[in-house]
């Protein structure tokens, strides 16, 4: 079209091909770039790419809160060969010495066994309730919101303890973070894993030969996310009492609970989705035989390509296996209990709400997470990099649940 009109003579037409011309060099120099950079923007969205693909949804059944991709063990190859996988995966399990035991790790047991008898014989001293949480990160990575997250445990429960499983936060630097915690009388302790001693006498003891011997295939997700499902477990099962991930800001004590887990989400035909259970939040007895069911599946149906097949899932697929056995009792709590709002939710508990509906369904929201649920979920894989901002449900969660209260709004 453009060739006919400028090929003419007349004044008019030739204005007019002047006129196309400069429209179109505009639209090429300014528009297209935006429109790309547009694109790009709504591409790397996680909540716009979460609520288009079901497929991202089930990464979300899997909290990593306590797992961060800083290292070499983090990316394994997608779409190797699992003996492929396996040569990959050996060097690299060496060098990170995340298995690695050592004199200091041998000492875990003694450790804790000393830190939760402190008090033992003085009722006003000892340990009211104990909560494990894991850390298999680097101790930089241990963030104001995971502190918040202690400090709400100690807030409901002032004499509880808390034992954090981590070799990187038993370190001078861990000691630091903890100490404002610490210095105000609060009982919390870091102290490194060693995995071959705490696994023993477990179905996990020969899982862990057989993934150090190279038996084992590794999977595509990072190992230490399914270290960290494993570890809690055992960890339960030797000393009993209570697991939470870092993301998890308590509400109430817990300590009335007795071998517990948490609805997460709640069967819906429609979108042929059925009842799941998380392991974000675990209570039980020491040696509870649903806890020694749960290692054994990890243990003989290890499946390192899916996510949450080792955690939530395993979780899930084991209580509702078991719930017919009357010997082993467990309590399956209410979504509202630990799970009050999901992942996609999440985000609009971090905004301040300006409109009159927005602040209703604040109040309403605020309200009834105070009064049904023991604590709740922040999902930090969706909103560790939101800013809390002031006014929004999660700051007044928060403000009511701290104790030394800074930096909240850092994200």
Not at 22 to 27: E, V
Not at 74 to 79: A, L
Request: charged share 20%; with cysteine.
């Amino acid at each position: 079209m453009m060739k006919t009109i400028c090929s003419s003579n007349s004044i008019t037409q030739l204005l007019l091909c002047v006129s196309l011309l400069a429209i179109f060099l505009y639209s090429f120099i300014y528009v297209q770039p935006w429109q790309h950079n547009h694109v790009d923007i709504v591409t790397i969205n996680p909540t716009r790419i979460i609520m288009q693909s079901t497929i991202i949804d089930q990464v979300h059944a899997e909290n990593c809160s306590s797992i961060e991709l800083v290292d070499d063990l983090s990316m394994p190859p997608r779409h190797a060969k699992p003996e492929k996988r396996i040569a990959w995966f050996m060097p690299r399990l060496k060098n990170s010495k995340i298995l690695q035991s050592t004199v200091k790790t041998r000492q875990f047991h003694d450790k804790i066994i000393g830190f939760l008898s402190q008090g033992s014989d003085n009722n006003d001293t000892k340990c009211k309730v104990v909560f494990f949480m894991t850390w298999i990160s680097p101790k930089k990575l241990f963030g104001k919101r995971d502190l918040l997250s202690l400090e709400s445990v100690f807030k409901a429960h002032p004499r509880g303890c808390v034992v954090i499983l981590s070799k990187s936060m038993d370190s001078k630097p861990g000691w630091r973070i903890l100490e404002p915690l610490v210095s105000q009388g609060y009982r919390v302790l870091a102290v490194a894993p060693d995995f071959q001693l705490i696994f023993s006498n477990t179905p996990a003891e020969e899982w862990i030969k057989r993934l150090e011997a190279g038996l084992i295939d590794p999977g595509t997700i990072p190992i230490t996310q399914n270290l960290s499902n494993l570890l809690r477990l055992v960890a339960l099962y030797k000393y009993g009492g209570v697991y939470i991930d870092t993301d998890v800001v308590i509400l109430k004590d817990v300590s009335s609970l007795r071998n517990s887990i948490g609805i997460q989400t709640m069967e819906n035909k429609a979108i042929n989705q059925g009842t799941t259970l998380n392991n974000a939040v675990l209570i039980f007895d020491k040696g509870h035989p649903m806890l020694l069911k749960f290692i054994e599946e990890f243990a003989y149906t290890f499946n390192g390509r899916r996510w949450g097949f080792n955690g939530p899932s395993l979780v899930t697929r084991v209580v509702y296996r078991r719930n017919r056995d009357k010997r082993i009792k467990v309590n399956v709590l209410p979504l509202t209990a630990f799970y009050p709002v999901d992942w996609i939710e999440i985000v609009d508990y971090f905004k301040k709400p300006i409109l009159k509906n927005e602040t209703k369904w604040a109040q309403e929201q605020l309200h009834r997470v105070n009064s049904e649920s023991y604590g709740i979920h922040l999902w930090n894989k969706d909103s560790r990099n939101l800013m809390i901002e002031e006014g929004s449900i999660i700051e007044k969660l928060i403000l009511d649940h701290c104790i030394i209260c800074q930096d909240i709004y850092i994200s």
